[in-house]
């Protein structure tokens, strides 16, 4: 089992900026690809951004490059997501997810979420 615990959202104004964090605990996590959905009310949840155990390949939806950066620290078992330039459409529930696989397996769904964390951005 892997507990997933999401901090730092929260209200912020169109073009600032936020800091997701993730905290893993339990069996093996820091070996596990790890990253980022979304669900923003009456939509499906979406991939966001992923990161593979090691840190050095990650992923990006389209509508979040350039702007987003997913980051992890293994010996905090903690990953981050870095977050600029934020766009109302960028409003939703934000959920860790943590997957035993290859980065694209995670990209398809998540053996374990957290709880989730609200980010709202206001025009």
């Known amino acids: 089992q892997v507990q997933l615990v999401e901090s730092g959202g929260g209200l912020v104004q169109a073009g600032g900026s936020l800091r997701l964090s993730c905290a893993a605990s339990?069996?093996?996590?820091?070996?596990?690809?790890m990253g980022w959905f979304r669900q923003a009310p009456g939509t499906e949840r979406e991939f966001v951004a992923a990161?593979?155990?090691?840190?050095?390949?990650?992923a990006y939806a389209d509508p979040v490059k350039g702007r987003f950066s997913i980051s992890r620290d293994n010996a905090k078992n903690t990953v981050y997501l870095q977050m600029k330039s934020l766009k109302p459409e960028d409003t939703a529930v934000y959920y860790c997810?943590?997957?035993?696989?290859?980065?694209?397996?995670?990209?398809?769904?998540?053996?374990?979420w957290g709880q989730g964390t609200q980010v709202t951005v206001s025009s």
């Open positions: 997810a943590a997957r035993s696989g290859p980065l694209y397996t995670l990209i398809r769904g998540a053996d374990y």
């Open positions: 990161v593979d155990w090691a840190g050095g390949n990650t």
């Open positions: 339990g069996r093996a996590s820091s070996t596990y690809s």
